[in-house]
Each structure stands twice: as C-alpha cells, then as structure tokens.
C-alpha cells in the first residue's frame, strides 16, 4: 500500500509541472508568419491538444443510481504525434515563398536554411507524444446522474500569464432502464476550455456513449463519441516591413473516436488505461482514489 501511495503522488506531482506549452515560447516562433503560413504551423497543435482533453473522460460505463461517490483522479493523455505532422508546405506570403518544407510546432528543434527567408524556421516541441495532465473530480449519483470536473490553474510568470484548465460533464446511467443488462452503459457529454496567458485558448466538446464489464477487480470498458475542438491563437506578425496583430481559429481534426480500456478497482485505489482510435490518436493513464 505504502508503494501505491507514493505511485500516485508523483503522478499528482506531475500536475503541478508546467504542461509543456508556453505561451512566449510559442509566440516566438509563430511571429514570423502570417496567418495562412501560421496556422498551418500551429495546426499539428490543435489536432493533438483537442483530442487530448477529450480523452481520459471516463473509466468505465458504470454509474450508480442512488448513494454518495466520489472519486479524484490524476489523468495524463497523450497525444501521439505522427511524422506528417512535423512539416508543412509553405504557402506565398510577403516573406514567405510558396512549395518549402517548413518544420511545424512539432517539427525539429535544429533551425533550417530556406531559400527566399530572412529567418532560420524551426520546430518548438520535437515530441513523439505530447502530454497533457489534468485533476478530475467524479461526484455521484443522482437518479443515475454524476457530475464531472476538470480544474487547474496557476501562475507560470508575469510575462507568460496564468494557465488555466476548466471542465464540466455529466454521465447518466442507460443500463439502469434495462432489468439484468449484462453491461454497464451510461451516455455522457464533457465540456473543456484550457488557457495559456492571452495567446493561446482551447476549447473541446464530446459526447459519447461507453460500457463496461467487471470482473472480480478488473474492468474492461470501451466507448463511441463524437467530438469536436478548436484552438484560438492570437500573436504579434514581425514581417521585413510591417508588424501587425495575427488572429486566428484552428479545427481539430478528429471528429469520433473509438475508445478502448482496461481499469484496476482496489476498493479505494483505481488505476486505468485506454487508447482512443481517432484520426489523432491519444492513450490516457489514470490514478485516482474514490469511495
């Protein structure tokens, strides 16, 4: 018990940790492009971050009808970056000539020597999986209805600005109508807003429907939803002849996704693990304690 302690408080630990986003470090490297060349920068970043907050949602399809549950959790998703998503092609802008393999966000760190630029690009995260951690608070139940959150803020420095994580959901048990359903299924639907100074701002919404089996202390649960994300960015152009303000709304790319995962119940200790099959593929880890 006493290793299990420790396990989870360094998976809480890791919380406290700056996610691996700046926003001065983004703006640094996004300012010399203008708003085509720039989004398609920063697109690999709203793939991977939207699909990542809506992943590690749940842990199973079970939601009691009746009674007082808690359960707090530390989840870390990642989001898996592939190699399509570590360049871009460049598109005519005043200082940028179209048709060059340009590293995006993700690309490599190692500066690169374009023809036509008076600038060195360069990619800012050179990451195979980009890690998103995030606290959850599971509050239960109500007619068969829990509530979900998501929250975390901190001050990262008077020039980057706060970080901030917000979510809401609310599960409701469907097995509930249905006498001896041999699964448990219940619908749900998230909300999430994540903030980094006033550069960056992500938004992500799902809706899903999950189910689980257990047995013994072993559950084997899965899911289908529907999800949809968008990255605000906003910085300042530094072009060879004119600075301008640059603002910008950028898509996720995953629109479903299938989830499946395999969760540990020890009474008051839970451990879990899924992979979501998407468009952007993310795995999550979850540890938690829950009555």
Do not use: W
């Not at 998103?132 to 599971?138: A, D, M, R, Y």
């Amino acid at each position: 018990m006493k290793r299990v302690v420790c396990l989870f408080m360094l998976v809480l630990l890791s919380v406290t940790i700056s996610i691996p986003l700046t926003a001065s470090d983004i703006e640094d490297n996004v300012k010399y492009y203008n708003s085509d060349n720039g989004s398609l920068y920063l697109q690999p970043l709203a793939d991977a971050f939207g699909a990542a907050l809506n992943s590690g949602l749940y842990h199973d399809g079970k939601v009691e009808k009746f009674g007082l549950h808690l359960t707090f959790e530390v989840r870390v998703m990642g989001a898996i970056i592939s190699d399509d998503q570590t360049t871009f092609t460049s598109v005519q802008e005043e200082s940028m000539p179209a048709g060059k393999s340009i590293p995006t966000i993700f690309g490599s760190k190692d500066e690169v020597t374009v023809e036509g630029l008076d600038f060195n690009p360069k990619g800012l995260y050179d990451y195979k999986v980009l890690p998103i951690p995030v606290p959850q608070l599971s509050i239960g139940s109500f007619a068969g209805t829990e509530i979900n959150l998501r929250f975390f803020t901190t001050s990262v420095s008077d020039e980057i600005g706060d970080l901030k994580i917000f979510g809401f959901g609310v599960r409701h048990s469907l097995s509930q109508y249905i006498l001896l359903f041999p699964v448990d299924v219940a619908l749900s639907y998230f909300q999430q807003s994540f903030e980094i100074g006033n550069i960056v701002e992500a938004k992500a919404r799902y809706i899903g429907i999950q189910a689980s089996k257990k047995f013994s202390i072993m559950t084997l649960y899965g899911g289908f939803g529907m999800q949809s994300s968008s990255l605000d960015i906003q910085y300042t152009y530094e072009g060879s002849t004119e600075t301008s303000e640059i603002s910008f709304d950028l898509d996720g790319k995953s629109r479903s996704c299938l989830t499946l995962g395999l969760g540990l119940d020890l009474t008051y200790f839970k451990l879990h693990a899924d992979y979501n099959i998407a468009s952007q593929q993310v795995f999550s880890l979850g540890v938690g304690f829950g009555i």
